[in-house]
């Protein structure tokens, strides 16, 4: 990365009024977060795939700093998955049960950014009464 004046950095940190400018400004905003290298020249790589490899760099940066907080996402998946078994019939927890397997758990918990047990059960409680709401009024329906 190319040594930016404090100018030039702030410069950077401003949203540009051009939309057509926004791809560039979020590349200036992933170089100085990440320190990463310049977008390459549009003649060897498409900026597109750049900003791509960006986002997986960024994505892996946040899934470390999740990590290195202690967080322990397989035993909150395991709690819930035992939970729904112990709850199997009542309230829509056999969706959970029928539907989810653990690494579908995990990337849920990760997506909402729950990190306690109490939380991931209040967060699938309320997809597995949406489920049992749409399976009432199916039932309904039937009728």
């Known amino acids: 990365m190319t040594a930016r004046s404090p100018r030039e950095s ?16 979020v590349g200036d ?25 960006a986002v997986r760099r960024i994505t892996g940066c946040l899934d470390a700093c999740v990590f290195a907080s202690g967080v322990d996402f397989a035993a909150i998946a395991a709690a819930v998955a035992a939970h729904a078994q112990a709850h199997y019939g009542k309230d829509g927890w056999d969706f959970i049960v029928e539907c989810w397997t653990l690494d579908e758990i995990i990337a849920e918990l990760r997506e909402e950014g729950v990190a306690s047990r ?25 009728w």
């Not at 702030?10 to 400004?25: E, Q, T, V």
């Not at 977060?33 to 490899?53: F, K, N, S």
């Not at 109490?118 to 039937?142: G, Q, Y």
């Open 10 to 25: 702030r410069k950077a940190l401003d949203f540009p009024d051009n939309p057509f400018d926004a791809a560039g400004y």
């Open 29 to 53: 905003l992933v170089c100085l977060v990440l320190g990463a290298e310049e977008p390459p020249p549009a003649a060897q790589t498409p900026y597109r795939h750049w900003r791509a490899d």
């Open 118 to 142: 109490s939380a991931a059960i209040a967060d699938f409680a309320r997809i597995a009464a949406l489920l049992d709401e749409r399976r009432a009024e199916v039932r309904a329906e039937a």
